[in-house]
């Protein structure tokens, strides 16, 4: 149920995203959460319980930084991991309720997600930053080269023909050019591989920022938490305060906030993301006779 308040804030936002010359999205984790792509529960023990009952962790995260003793068990929990969380489709359609609110309008997306959820969603690739990598690539562990590889044809075999919680061995990856296991291209350390694809999009997103500069932007955050807030959140501050015609919208469960100095362009909705765009998709009216149907029933309680 949804309380007068958090009903005014999603009208507010629904306006904010009605008058924009532009729209800034700004995702992290916790969009992809609220897509269903949970890392432990049942989730987890649909598709790791065999890996939970051998090595004793409960959640695919600590999976992931698991001493695994081979290379062969390694990407045996790594190429299930890429499969369901890459090349499946999120359980609930709320990327696709995002692109449905934001297709007729100018909109730029950049994300901490590494899976894929905004392309099979339906937004252009033209318009994404992937700043932290993406599960479907590999590159070099070295790394010798600024390249990366796409794996979906052999992240699909490693997962048909593991056996054991081992892959056959000559389906390692290994870098085409020094002979290096292959790894993630997946933001960790220094040696993560910023290859040309991702230049291409930084650029375009650094240019979408300046032609659309002064603008009635809306800087849209979704699930973005702490991990890494000089990435999306810190510079949306930034944006919204150097800019008086901008808003900042922020959706997350349980950490919305922001900077006094832009206290009066801020909408902050503490709530599940997927319910909240199912909401600004309802017309107003619609809004208001759901509010007074809610009214109606606390007087009869």
Request: charged content about 30%; aromatic content about 12%.
């Given at each position: ?86 090349y ?21 997306v950049?994300t ?54 081992r ?9 085409p050019?020094?002979?290096r ?40 955050e ?10 999306i ?13 901008a ?11 922001h ?17 909240i ?25």
């Amino acid at each position: 149920m949804f309380g007068k308040d958090r009903t005014s804030g999603i009208e507010r936002l629904r306006e904010a995203l009605d008058d924009a010359d532009a729209v800034v999205i700004g995702a992290g984790a916790g969009l992809s959460a609220s897509a269903g792509f949970t890392y432990a529960g049942e989730r987890f023990r649909r598709y790791f319980s065999d890996f939970e009952e051998k090595y004793g962790f409960h959640d695919m995260y600590t999976g992931g930084f698991y001493p695994y003793g081979t290379l062969e068990e390694y990407w045996a929990y790594w190429s299930r991991y890429i499969q369901v969380n890459r090349y499946m489709d999120a359980p609930k359609p709320v990327y696709q309720r995002l692109f449905e609110l934001v297709e007729d309008k100018d909109h730029f997306v950049i994300t901490t997600n590494v899976d894929h959820c905004f392309q099979k969603a339906g937004f252009d690739r033209e318009r994404l930053f992937y700043t932290q990598g993406d599960y479907g690539l590999f590159q070099c562990s070295g790394p010798c080269c600024l390249e990366t590889f796409e794996n979906e044809e052999l992240i699909g075999r490693m997962v048909q023909q593991q056996e054991g919680m081992r892959i056959p061995s000559e389906l390692l990856p290994v870098c085409p050019h020094c002979k290096r296991p292959m790894t993630m291209n997946l933001r960790s350390d220094g040696r993560f591989v910023e290859d040309e694809g991702w230049h291409r999009a930084a650029e375009r997103y650094a240019d979408f920022l300046r032609t659309r500069k002064g603008r009635r932007i809306l800087f849209l955050e979704l699930g973005v938490g702490y991990n890494t807030p000089v990435i999306i959140k810190y510079p949306f501050w930034r944006m919204t305060a150097e800019n008086k015609k901008a808003v900042y919208g922020c959706i997350n469960h349980g950490e919305t906030e922001h900077p006094d100095e832009i206290k009066r362009q801020s909408i902050c909705i503490d709530g599940d993301i997927g319910e909240i765009l199912a909401r600004m998709m309802v017309s107003a009216e619609e809004q208001e006779a759901s509010l007074q149907k809610e009214k109606n029933g606390h007087l009869t309680a």
